[in-house]
């Protein structure tokens, strides 16, 4: 009995010892500028601003930072307006996901959209190129 209440005192510190220096080690890492950046625009916004949201997820997305949280203010920006725009942005973000097919849809979503705004002439030759480019 008494080797099993040593045991577990000991397991019971280890545990301890690994929580307490895991929520120190993540507690105070400071947010990288481009974050922060993001929110301070974000927060700014005006609740209709579907730019505002677009851009701070797409500096987030380029820079592979704050993933989960661009993705958010995407999913945002899409659905104040849903525009050329935003709707490549999410390609982008699927693309850095490792999600080829959904970042193909989201590219085509894109230009069909531009198309029906700006006509069949429209320039979609850099989604057309992001497209090839992950076909690769």
Same mark, same amino acid.
């Given at each position: 009995?008494?080797?099993?209440? %040593?045991? %577990? ?8 010892? +690994?929580? /307490?220096? &895991? !929520?120190?080690?993540?507690? !105070? %890492?400071?947010? #990288?500028? @481009? &974050? =922060?950046?993001?929110?301070?625009? +974000? ?8 730019? @505002?949201?677009?851009?701070? /997820?797409?500096?987030?997305? *380029?820079?592979? +930072?704050?993933?989960? =949280?661009?993705?958010?203010? %995407? ?16 390609? #982008? ?5 490792? $999600?080829?097919?959904?970042?193909? =849809? ?11 705004? !700006?006509? @069949? #002439?429209?320039? +979609? &030759? /850099? $989604?057309?190129?992001?497209?090839? !480019?992950?076909? *690769?």
């Amino acid at each position: 009995m008494k080797t099993f209440v %040593l045991a %577990l005192a000991k397991s019971f510190f280890v545990a301890f010892f +690994v929580i /307490a220096a &895991t !929520n120190s080690t993540y507690a !105070n %890492l400071p947010s #990288d500028k @481009t &974050t =922060e950046k993001a929110r301070s625009a +974000v927060a700014a916004a005006a609740p209709d601003d579907w730019k @505002t949201y677009a851009e701070s /997820a797409a500096k987030c997305i *380029r820079k592979g +930072v704050n993933m989960k =949280e661009a993705h958010d203010w %995407l999913e945002k920006s899409i659905a104040i307006q849903a525009n050329p725009y935003n709707l490549e942005v999410r390609g #982008d973000y699927y693309a850095a996901m490792n $999600l080829p097919e959904k970042a193909i =849809e989201a590219y085509i979503e894109a230009m069909n959209v531009k198309r029906s705004k !700006n006509g @069949t #002439d429209a320039d +979609v &030759t /850099a $989604l057309q190129e992001k497209i090839m !480019n992950i076909k *690769r």
